[in-house]
């Protein structure tokens, strides 16, 4: 199959890395040097004491250059481990927004009673404004958008795709408990 015949799939990738100055832009210029898209950019510290940040990063390519993308991403330093969420099995993603609509009169209402249906929150109101607050994943984010848009002016702010595989197993564990069996007491007797 000639690679421009390629399918663009969409993909959900998670990067352990180091928490230190630089890291972030090493990964951005990964991308942005070689023309890759970041859809969407997540990061946050998930270990403080081993000082490690997750960065999750939802990007679309043919399969060959996603391979090619978890490929450098594995060898930047410090990066410790990457994962492609989406070939590896079932995971859950789910994405926070806020959305801001300035409407009036039976628009508010009908506002109301979208943001009800979506279990969105109302976390700030006016007379003439609301700002909503929602999770979900991203169809669910953008679904209540283009709702919102046609009842009145929108502003959004979007933190992104955070996601984890499910189950049991840990594919980026930071910490494993230590088990050790533990002698078991012995009764105390009256003897």
């Known amino acids: 199959m000639n690679p421009t015949d390629m399918p663009i799939e969409r993909h959900t990738i998670a990067v352990l890395v180091a928490n230190e100055p630089g890291v972030l832009a ?37 399969p060959m250059v996603i391979e090619q993308i978890k490929a450098q991403l594995s060898r930047l330093v410090p990066v410790y481990d990457v994962h492609d969420l989406t070939l590896e099995g079932a995971h859950v993603s789910r994405e926070l927004a806020l959305v801001k609509i300035h409407n009036t009169g039976e628009d508010r209402i009908e506002a109301l009673r979208i943001a009800d249906t979506f279990r969105a929150r109302a976390i700030d109101s006016t007379l003439q404004s609301f700002v909503f607050e929602l999770t979900g994943d ?20 979007r933190t992104g795709v955070v996601a984890i595989a499910r189950g049991t197993g840990l594919d980026m564990p930071l910490v494993r408990r230590n ?10 007797t009256g003897d």
């Open 179 to 188: 088990v050790t069996k533990r002698k078991r007491r012995q009764p105390v």
């Open 26 to 62: 090493r990964v951005i210029g990964l991308f942005s040097g070689r023309g890759y898209n970041i859809e969407s950019l997540t990061v946050s510290e998930v270990d403080e004491a081993n000082a490690r940040s997750r960065i999750t990063v939802v990007t679309s390519g043919t």
């Open 138 to 157: 991203t169809g669910k984010i953008n679904a209540f958008i283009d709702l919102m848009v046609a009842l009145g002016d929108v502003e959004v702010s």
